[in-house]
């Protein structure tokens, strides 16, 4: 038997070694809540008790056959949870982002920037990796005009942009991202309804306590 949503195990009437199976159904709980460590790895890494990874199709080895199923280290072997749209949101914790299953894929949850005053502020908080490229591209759900651009970080060196619909924001292009925090005022740039408004960041070294926030003006 089975749970209906994670499909873990459950203990049955007069099962022996009960304990078993309730300590396996714990760990792939923490290993879940805990967050993944990675979703784009096609090659099983190393055993860490706890590490959980999404599986992306084309892997190898103890993962062959297991696209889109979570795998849990627990006990020195890996379990797998399979997906489903019951999961709900789970956290990738290399890209500091948000993933659901939709059936047939898993898809980085959007945010919508609709807010309700006339002048807001949208804020933003992660923490990046060395050597990682992180693409923030979200649907706009309510036209605004982006009035300034701020940006600090407590460690770590790398480079911000802003684009919309894949043209990049000049006076927001490739700034270097400092533990001071940078402030881009008089944008004027128009982000219309469904435009794709895209923030990239590319880390040097470890950025962390990244934090970015923008001045809108609704139309």
């Given at each position: 038997m089975a749970t209906p949503n994670y499909?873990?195990?459950?203990?049955?009437v007069g099962q022996r070694n009960k304990e078993i199976t309730h300590n396996t159904a714990i760990?792939?709980?923490?290993?879940?809540?805990?967050?993944?460590?990675?979703?784009d790895l096609t090659t099983p890494p190393t055993l860490v008790e706890g590490n959980a990874y999404l599986i992306p199709s084309?892997?190898?080895?103890?993962?062959?056959?297991?696209?889109?199923?979570i795998a849990i280290a627990v006990n020195g072997a890996w379990e797998f949870i399979e997906p489903s749209t019951r999961l709900g949101v789970i956290f990738v914790k290399d890209e500091s982002r948000f993933y659901r299953y939709s059936g047939t894929v898993w898809e980085a949850v959007e945010?919508?920037?609709?807010?309700?005053?006339?002048?807001?502020?949208i804020p933003g908080f992660i923490e990046i990796p060395s050597n990682k490229?992180?693409?923030?591209?979200r649907k706009?759900?309510?036209?605004f005009t982006i009035n300034s651009f701020s940006f600090a970080a407590s460690a770590g060196t790398g480079t911000i942009s802003l684009a919309v619909n894949g043209s990049t924001i000049s006076t927001v292009n490739a700034l270097a991202i400092a533990t001071?925090?940078?402030?881009?005022s008089a944008i004027n740039v128009s982000c219309p309804l469904n435009a794709s408004l895209t923030i990239a960041i590319n880390s040097v070294s470890s950025l962390a306590d990244l934090s970015f926030s923008m001045e809108v003006?609704?139309?």
């Open positions: 499909a873990l195990p459950e203990i049955v760990r792939l709980i923490e290993g879940v809540l805990g967050g993944i460590v990675d979703k084309g892997a190898s080895g103890a993962w062959s056959g297991k696209t889109n199923n945010l919508d920037f609709t807010l309700p005053s006339t002048i807001d502020t490229t992180y693409i923030i591209d706009v759900k309510r036209a001071s925090e940078t402030v881009v003006e609704y139309a």
